[in-house]
């Protein structure tokens, strides 16, 4: 009796349920169909791109990090953010729309930056405080700009976006969620031709640049025509004390005149190879030796030390191509003992069978102070650039110096630093000869030719 009752009390419950569901859908039906318009709008955010871009534009023009070229590709992609985000946003109020006309600038003077950074001009631009004092400014009025915009009333952005910075940063990027409800005057059609500009602009910045590299790197010599030298007592002298022929004949009759009282010549030459190969070979007794062979970029470089009486000592530093070609801004230091006197450099070449000559770019010879743990240390250096036209054969050329030695000083050293470049783009651009002095040269492109010298009173004493 009891589960008969049981059972019509759950037939009435589960007809209620049914009747509830039919009501809840039919509820259901009456509800207005959502647009497709309402839809997406539902599904995405307008607002959050172009604001998120401000942010991350913001950050990266602000960041930098001095390594792997980053102190530029930061700062060009920051420009671009920024750009894309207030070219979205201008047509919102008169605000967002200073703020891309002030981004358009800044992008133009980033512009001009990357492409004199490729040039001399960058070392100007470094060295003038009122040009960095315009870029600076140029950014705070951005910033201080989108402060003011109606975004300012947003609680956390209503603090000095100058005085916390990181707190600004990151309610901007919360922003863009928080305005998913307000009306965006701007389409997609605009966006993507914004998108179109910008690749525009990045790769009219990489074209620009790569044409002020090789611009830049290919210095351009003064040549005149080789003259022939004269035969002379002095230089049948050279040749009896050992000079190398070779090297005589590239001496101006100028350089071999003063070279008229030697009484004692010694040479190092040694093959400096910018690209060896490594070479492994077995021993008798089965060890594994591991050498460097000579590959196809390599220079001949000679040491001449000729001696004079009282200390006075000449130097001749010759360096000759044997294959490869230096085109693109190679550069060279000399160093060693106190008392340079410079007096001649010269690149030798040949053109369509021609014999060319040219002084050597750049030529200098300064005294260097460098500090350190023991206090200051001041020495004299030798510098320079090499350059060859293009289409020139047989490269060579030689540096000339005088040394004046204390009389007390019977021995010393001469060494020579070459860094050689088989291509235009070292970027920014820097004098070859500083990026040794500086130590900021590239990879293995640094070679370096060390010799020792005598002089008479030494080697008879040791005698």
């Not at 190398?244 to 100028?254: H, K, V, Y």
């Not at 040394?403 to 007390?408: D, F, N």
Request: with cysteine; glycine share 4%; aromatic share 12%.
């Amino acid at each position: 009796m009891n589960d008969q009752i049981d059972k019509e009390a759950n037939k009435e419950v589960n007809k209620e349920a049914d009747k509830e569901i039919e009501k809840v859908m039919d509820g259901i039906e009456q509800w207005p169909e959502v647009s497709p318009e309402d839809e997406q709008m539902n599904k995405s955010n307008p607002w959050h791109t172009p604001i998120s871009y401000i942010t991350w534009g913001f950050i990266l023009t602000t960041l930098t990090l001095n390594f792997l070229l980053l102190q530029y590709i930061i700062p060009t992609l920051g420009v671009v953010l920024l750009s894309l985000g207030f070219r979205s946003l201008k047509k919102e109020n008169h605000c967002f729309y200073i703020a891309w006309v002030l981004v358009t600038i800044k992008m133009i003077w980033h512009a001009m930056y990357l492409i004199a950074s490729a040039t001399p001009i960058v070392t100007y631009i470094k060295s003038n405080i009122l040009i960095e004092m315009i870029a600076v400014t140029l950014q705070f009025v951005l910033i201080t700009i989108f402060a003011y915009t109606p975004f300012a009333n947003f609680w956390p952005v209503s603090i000095p976006m100058i005085l916390i910075y990181l707190i600004i940063i990151r309610s901007l990027y919360k922003l863009g969620n928080e305005l998913k409800d307000i009306a965006f005057v701007s389409n997609d059609s605009e966006r993507a031709k914004g998108i179109g500009i910008i690749w525009g602009y990045v790769l009219s910045c990489i074209i620009l640049v790569s044409i002020g590299c090789i611009s830049s790197n290919h210095l351009k010599v003064m040549e005149t025509e080789h003259v022939m030298v004269s035969e002379s007592e002095t230089r049948e002298k050279l040749k009896q004390m050992d000079f190398p022929e070779d090297i005589l004949l590239d001496l101006s009759d100028r350089d071999v005149a003063k070279l008229t009282e030697a009484i004692h010549i010694e040479t190092s030459s040694e093959l400096l190879s910018f690209d060896p190969v490594k070479v492994t070979t077995q021993s008798r007794s089965n060890a594994y030796i591991v050498s460097n062979k000579p590959g196809d970029c390599n220079l001949k470089v000679s040491t001449i030390f000729i001696e004079f009486p009282e200390n006075l000592l000449y130097v001749i530093v010759h360096f000759n191509w044997m294959e490869n070609k230096a085109y693109w801004q190679d550069g060279f230091t000399i160093w060693g003992e106190d008392g340079f006197a410079l007096l001649n450099g010269v690149l030798l070449y040949e053109k369509q069978g021609i014999e060319y000559s040219a002084p050597i770019l750049r030529l200098k010879c300064e005294e260097l102070t460098s500090y350190g743990w023991f206090g200051t240390n001041s020495s004299q250096q030798i510098s320079g650039a090499v350059s060859y036209p293009f289409l020139s054969e047989h490269q060579r050329g030689y540096v000339f110096y005088r040394i004046q030695l204390p009389k007390e000083q019977l021995l010393g050293c001469n060494c020579f630093n070459y860094i050689h470049y088989i291509q235009p783009f070292q970027y920014p651009y820097v004098k070859t000869e500083d990026r040794i002095l500086n130590g900021n040269y590239p990879g293995d492109s640094m070679r370096q030719h060390y010799t020792n010298f005598e002089l008479q009173t030494y080697r008879n004493i040791d005698n």
